[in-house]
């Protein structure tokens, strides 16, 4: 795949960059390795200042960066100036709870005696350079949430970001300089996913985190593993959102809209199908599919546009063949269900689309759907609910609707998701961990649980 951005709403290259080679590769890994040496040394408090300072300067250049990221991957520049405004908060809250979340541990008296020991304590280090292969859809935050606690930790970041967003590589880059890290300390590889292995096989690099598709997950873990190097996974997810007839339907299908389409719906953590119990399946059915058909598609960067285009030609090509298999099997589409009138020959537009009466057959029951397209869903119960929410390789996120205390209790029980948002939407907060189970990944980003991912976790024992 080349470097280069390609306007999605114009399917225009505007800019492309050559591949460092592997003369520049190896001066990036030695440089990063020569800036853990120094930056494990630093305190804390000089982490932070260096870090806050960074989202200060984020937030000054929010609609600049914005305007970027919406003209190299679509998403409405709205959502794109609130994506670094979100980047910014999670690194001052990181540049304020890091020394708490790391500070070392001491483990009960009697314990410590038992041991034989005058004193033990758990201390948290870093690891080294980490090697962080992200995605496209979100890319400020994809990367800011492993930056952030990394930095903060004593680790030092080299970032493989996804070929179509290299302006915003480059920019976090220069965020991190410009907020006076030192050289090497945050480095982006404008490198193909061929050069991935290399770099993860390289001593000098201790770990990776991966934001991205399962495939891509499979290929990282696989060279980690053969490398015995910690990684973090965070793959697809096909999040159910499910409505009992307690819920307050009005708030549900409003919300159910802006959980589908959340960055043009090419969001991990948005919802895509959608399990109704069937005593309001027609209410709900009504209100989500006139909210999906009156979104108003259109240039990412008018203020006024809800959905704009999808990243890449052959990201709407995937979901077209979504549809068109589920339509040719029996679904029926509520609304939607091609490319919207006046965008069929320019840009990557895909039209809001409710789809229902979706079966196992479907390739869209079990893969996931990425963009504006939801699956509907009628559950006779609860126990159907619940199945139907788990019948997924995925396991992300939940959203579940209801006013019963005792369904609450046993979605969180039942569910086989990362998360459980009740009678709201899913979202990601840097004081709370984020991550999968199933084929949705392993391990967590963000909270304190993120941030020792990538620490090595050191007993300190003093003998009598």
Aim: hydrophobic share 40%; charged share 25%.
């Amino acid at each position: 795949m080349p470097i280069a951005t390609v306007n999605p709403a114009t399917g225009e290259t505007l800019k492309t960059y050559e591949a460092l080679d592997a003369e520049a590769i190896e001066r990036r890994l030695a440089a990063a390795q020569s800036a853990f040496r120094t930056h494990r040394t630093t305190t804390f408090a000089e982490r932070a200042r260096l870090l806050h300072r960074a989202a200060d300067l984020l937030d000054e250049d929010q609609r600049d960066i914005a305007r970027v990221m919406t003209t190299e991957m679509g998403k409405p520049v709205k959502q794109a100036r609130a994506e670094a405004a979100k980047c910014a908060k999670a690194m001052h809250w990181y540049a304020d709870h890091a020394e708490e979340l790391l500070a070392d541990e001491e483990p009960a008296d009697s314990d410590v005696k038992d041991s034989g020991a005058s004193r033990a304590l758990v201390r948290y280090r870093p690891l080294g350079p980490v090697l962080a292969v992200m995605p496209w859809n979100f890319p400020l935050w994809q990367v800011v949430r492993f930056a952030a606690p990394a930095l903060m930790a004593g680790n030092v970041g080299l970032l493989k970001h996804s070929s179509n967003v290299p302006q915003t590589a480059l920019y976090l880059e220069d965020l991190f300089r410009r907020a006076g890290f030192p050289d090497g300390c945050f480095q982006t590889l404008l490198i193909g996913s061929g050069a991935v292995e290399g770099i993860l096989r390289d001593p000098r690099v201790r770990a990776a985190t991966l934001t991205g598709s399962e495939p891509a997950g499979r290929a990282v873990a696989s060279v980690a593993g053969d490398q015995v190097k910690k990684t973090v996974l965070e793959l697809g997810g096909s999040d159910p959102f499910v409505v009992m007839p307690s819920a307050d339907i009005d708030r549900a299908a409003k919300t159910a809209v802006t959980a589908r389409v959340q960055n043009n719906g090419q969001s991990c953590i948005a919802a895509k199908r959608f399990i109704v119990h069937t005593d309001v399946f027609d209410a709900f059915a009504e209100r989500f599919t006139a909210g999906m058909a009156a979104l108003k598609v259109g240039d990412p960067l008018d203020e006024d546009t809800e959905v704009g285009p999808l990243s890449t030609e052959q990201g709407r090509t995937d979901l077209e063949e979504l549809v068109d298999d589920a339509v040719e099997n029996g679904a029926t589409v509520l609304c939607g269900g091609e490319r919207p009138e006046g965008y069929t020959e320019r840009g990557y537009y895909y039209a809001p689309t409710v789809l229902t009466d979706i079966t196992p057959e479907m390739r869209i029951h079990l893969e996931e759907a990425f963009g504006p397209v939801a699956t509907l869903y009628r559950a006779a119960d609860l126990d159907e609910a619940v199945a139907i929410a788990n019948d997924t390789p995925f396991g992300l996120s939940s959203n579940v609707w209801t006013r019963e205390d005792a369904e609450v209790d046993r979605f969180v029980r039942d569910l086989e998701a990362g998360g459980v948002f009740v009678n709201g939407m899913t979202a990601s907060h840097p004081a709370f961990p984020f991550g999968g189970v199933k084929r949705s990944g392993y391990g967590r980003e963000l909270s304190g649980h993120g941030i020792r991912e990538f620490c090595n976790i050191t007993t300190v024992w003093h003998g009598a």
